[in-house]
């Protein structure tokens, strides 16, 4: 199960697992779409291709609530 983050790692904007909008690598690595596309959809990190994240809801996102671990280092 993917962990999903709650923000951008380069920016901090906050990333709701129930709202499109996230790009994530093959590592979980999370970005906004703003700064996925600056990148040109490549993970500064490990330099994997960033995709869409999918989004968790419903019952789902209850059962298995998204990472409150926040990964932005100001």
């Known amino acids: ?3 999903l983050r709650p ?11 129930d709202e499109p909008g996230a790009f994530i690598c093959s590592f979980e ?3 906004c779409a703003p ?3 600056a990148l040109d959809d490549r993970c500064p990190n490990c330099g ?3 995709m ?9 996102l209850k059962r ?3 990472s409150t671990e926040r990964c932005f280092k100001a």
């Open 1 to 3: 199960m993917l962990e």
């Open 7 to 17: 923000d951008c790692e380069r920016c901090g904007t906050e990333l709701p697992a």
């Open 29 to 31: 690595c999370t970005f």
């Open 35 to 37: 700064c996925a596309e």
């Open 48 to 50: 994997g291709e960033l």
């Open 52 to 60: 869409d994240r999918p989004t968790r809801t419903g019952d789902a």
């Open 64 to 66: 298995h609530p998204a």
